[in-house]
């Protein structure tokens, strides 16, 4: 029998589930259509939108659809289970998104630590460090994807490991892996910070003042943004621990479903800091709502003044730096 809580729960699933999806697409749709690729962390946050939109989509079926339909049992429902009901593919781009977001700090810090060289991250480079964050998260979470099963008893998706394998060691890692990816994180924009602060007492041409307020507001959104990955993501790191020790917590309880919600949360709020922090983002996004083009007239989402709009480069020139 279903639950208050339950229906509270699916009922919140739902509402973010549009949400996360909706606008993960926007962005995505309106970052290429701006062209705006070129940029190196410009196509780092691309890539974060697109394992936002595949963590809304993997938690459909299994935190929303669970009820819609009669799960198949035997080799049919592990497969299943491996590979659309389980959570393998789910954990897979949660990971890769908390290495993308790791990708994006350095990107930053070496920007700004060396400003006259420019960014570090080539074209080549810059595949090459996406295929890694998509490739070392998959390779994390195979095994969760090799050992889930379809259990009848619980009629849930459980991890069945071999007797010899120890599934503590491997939560343990998962915990250390998660969490530390924060830590490296917060390490790297905690100097980030300091370096701006340095330079702006020490700055004497506007130019360069703007310049450095430009990299701050930036620097300023992406601390948001592990912020809130952070709050997001270390519950369920720690529910997940939790599960293989001594503890009233237990593998798809209420209060595991509750951390998975979190998961979601944080992929849904991602475009809105986004889009409310950086103008080279806001713009393209309402003129791709509004069907306008980048070079015409169009009217600020903030004012109801009509403004003449420019070429969408313009914004994205501070974010180059």
């Given at each position: 029998?279903?639950?208050?809580f339950?229906?509270?729960l699916?009922?919140?699933?739902?509402?973010l589930?549009?949400?996360?999806?909706?606008?993960?697409v926007?962005l995505?749709?309106?970052?290429?259509?701006?062209?705006?690729l070129t940029?190196p962390?410009n196509?780092?946050?691309?890539?974060?939108?697109i394992?936002?939109?595949?963590?809304?989509?993997?938690i459909l079926?299994?935190h929303?659809?669970?009820?819609?339909?009669?799960?198949?049992?035997?080799k049919?429902?592990?497969?299943l289970c491996k590979?659309?009901t389980?959570?393998?593919?789910?954990?897979?781009?949660?990971t890769?998104?908390?290495?993308l977001?790791?990708?994006?700090?350095?990107e930053r810090?070496?920007?700004?630590?060396?400003?006259?060289?420019g960014t570090?991250?080539?074209s080549?480079r810059?595949?090459t460090?996406?295929?890694?964050c998509?490739?070392?998260?998959?390779?994390?979470n195979l095994?969760?994807?090799?050992?889930f099963?379809y259990?009848?008893q619980?009629?849930?998706?459980v991890?069945?490991?071999?007797?010899?394998?120890?599934?503590?060691?491997?939560?343990a890692?998962?915990?250390?892996?998660?969490t530390?990816?924060v830590v490296?994180?917060?390490?790297?924009?905690?100097?980030?910070?300091?370096i701006?602060?340095k330079?702006?007492?020490?700055a004497?041409?506007i130019?360069q003042?703007?310049?450095?307020r430009?990299r701050?507001?930036?620097?300023?959104?992406?601390v948001?943004?592990?912020?809130v990955?952070?709050?997001?993501?270390?519950?369920?790191?720690?529910?997940?621990?939790?599960?293989?020790?001594?503890?009233?917590?237990?593998?798809?309880?209420?209060?595991y479903?509750?951390?998975?919600l979190?998961?979601?949360?944080?992929?849904t709020?991602?475009?809105?800091?986004?889009?409310?922090?950086v103008?080279?983002?806001?713009?393209?996004f309402?003129?791709?709502?509004?069907?306008h083009h980048?070079n015409?007239?169009?009217?600020e989402?903030?004012s109801?003044?009509?403004?003449?709009?420019?070429?969408?480069?313009?914004?994205?020139?501070?974010m180059?730096?």
């Amino acid at each position: 029998m279903t639950s208050g809580f339950d229906i509270v729960l699916l009922t919140l699933f739902s509402i973010l589930e549009t949400i996360c999806i909706t606008f993960n697409v926007i962005l995505c749709v309106a970052m290429y259509r701006s062209k705006s690729l070129t940029i190196p962390m410009n196509n780092l946050i691309f890539n974060l939108a697109i394992s936002d939109i595949m963590i809304g989509l993997w938690i459909l079926p299994r935190h929303v659809f669970s009820e819609a339909f009669r799960h198949p049992t035997g080799k049919t429902g592990d497969f299943l289970c491996k590979f659309i009901t389980g959570s393998g593919v789910l954990w897979t781009s949660s990971t890769a998104s908390g290495f993308l977001l790791i990708a994006i700090a350095v990107e930053r810090f070496t920007s700004i630590r060396s400003p006259n060289q420019g960014t570090t991250l080539t074209s080549l480079r810059l595949k090459t460090v996406v295929a890694i964050c998509w490739i070392t998260a998959a390779a994390a979470n195979l095994p969760t994807m090799v050992v889930f099963a379809y259990d009848e008893q619980t009629q849930f998706c459980v991890e069945e490991w071999p007797h010899w394998i120890s599934p503590k060691a491997y939560v343990a890692c998962v915990f250390f892996l998660g969490t530390s990816s924060v830590v490296v994180m917060f390490i790297l924009y905690s100097q980030i910070i300091f370096i701006l602060w340095k330079r702006q007492r020490v700055a004497t041409e506007i130019s360069q003042a703007a310049r450095i307020r430009a990299r701050k507001n930036l620097t300023r959104l992406l601390v948001l943004v592990t912020a809130v990955h952070t709050v997001c993501r270390i519950p369920n790191y720690t529910t997940y621990l939790l599960t293989y020790f001594p503890s009233s917590i237990t593998y798809g309880s209420n209060v595991y479903n509750l951390t998975v919600l979190l998961i979601l949360l944080n992929s849904t709020l991602h475009p809105f800091m986004l889009l409310s922090n950086v103008q080279g983002f806001r713009r393209p996004f309402f003129l791709l709502s509004c069907h306008h083009h980048c070079n015409r007239v169009a009217v600020e989402p903030e004012s109801e003044h009509v403004v003449q709009t420019r070429p969408i480069e313009f914004y994205l020139r501070e974010m180059k730096s």
